[in-house]
């Protein structure tokens, strides 16, 4: 069977021969207009930036490859006594383009737990953090200071050709994504759990295997899998959401991977993006403590309205993009339904019953244009049911997913070549002439 970098040197000319035909044939081609809403929307909508691994569909959802969400679970390789694709296979089907196979996952889970280990100064940094200091903090800050064995920026230092960057940017992403656990896990316990043993990193388990282990979680199972589907599900979902774009960014400049990455934590950090799921949960307890144990349709429907009459958005509804149930969720729901441990959960019963609720009532208070649940609407809810209650913490195991589409991308952007991210901006002076012309 092929290996990664085999398949890699397969997949990448095909690529660049696409590429240069686009530019070729179609490079003066219009594919859309530029109001003047998408510059102060926020480029909302504007299709300005190339992404080789996902494209989000406003209705059906992420697809990898073209591959749905169900069709990943379909065919993606598991842990070997597990049922849920791992992020190994994701990785590789984002990377590749093409679905590996059993032993192909494998060898890429065994490559990461070998070089899973941190080095000793950022073992030795992140211990030396307050433990106030938040862990999305600290997350980027080790991340970046992984860049002290960054091979791309090493050689690129030394001299190399173009066409070589992408070969040191992929052993720059393989080997990030494969401490990530590692540091991750450290700052769990530093945080969390103080004086504590922190297991090492098993050269015999899966990324998340060692994860789940090493975050003291390791004998829980359905845990350990619902990590593996919720760290394989986030991996990547296009380029225009605030990590992917910051990684996209900060790459063109030629900023090595772990830079790269740093900086797109630190966008994920923001409560509009990858804190969102602390906020769900927030809330759905809020509205447990509030209504008690049985609780009624009628009761959550007043709830909703009274959260929206106060002027807060309802946790876990709307999207920027997607115009239906995120997949994501569906997906989420069906792990929790299948277990029935899971199924009878309180906090889980309640996020079901909110989504029968919450709906209509969003489509009767007429702002959003998605009233569908997102992702978040349930992804902390499993954590918090097996005692993983630290909300603070949940967008790291955010992070440590984001990381495989958006290094992904860096080495595409390098295979094939894209230049420096350059936009024109306008003053609104600038802007009003142009309109007058
Ligand atoms: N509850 C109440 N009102 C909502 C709403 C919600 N869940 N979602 C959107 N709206 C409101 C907006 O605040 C906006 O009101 P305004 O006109 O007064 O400013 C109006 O509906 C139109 O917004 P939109 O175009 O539908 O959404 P958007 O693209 O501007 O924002 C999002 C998308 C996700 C930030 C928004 O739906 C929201 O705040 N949802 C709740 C928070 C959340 O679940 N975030 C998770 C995002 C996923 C992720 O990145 N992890």
Redesign the pocket.
Known sequence: TKSLRETMKEVIPPKQEQLKKLKVEHGQTVVGDVKVDNIIGGM?GLKAMLWEASVLDPIEGIRFHGLSIPDCQKVLPAAPAGKEMIPESMLWLLLTGQVPTAEQTKELSRELAEKGDLPKFVEDLVDSFPRSLHPMTQLGMGVAALNHDSQFQAAYEKGIKKSEYWTHTLEDSINLIARLPALAARIYRNVYKPGTELAGVQKDLDLVGNYSNMLGYGHNETLTEYLRLYIALHGDHEGG?ASAHTAHLVGSTLSDPYLSYSAALFALAGP???L??Q??LRWQLAMQKELGDKISQEDIKAYLWKT?NSGQ????????VLRNPDPRFIALQEFCDSRSDLKSSPIIDLVNKTFQVAPNV?KE?G????PYP???ATSGCVLYHYGLTEFKYYTVIFGVSRALGCLTQLVWARALGLPLERPKSLSMDALTKIIKQ
Do not use: Q, W
């Open positions: 909302r959401n509009l993006h990858g969102a799921n906020e769900v929206l958005v309802v946790p876990g509804y709307g999207h920027g969003l208070h702002k959003t244009k998605n997102n992702v978040d």
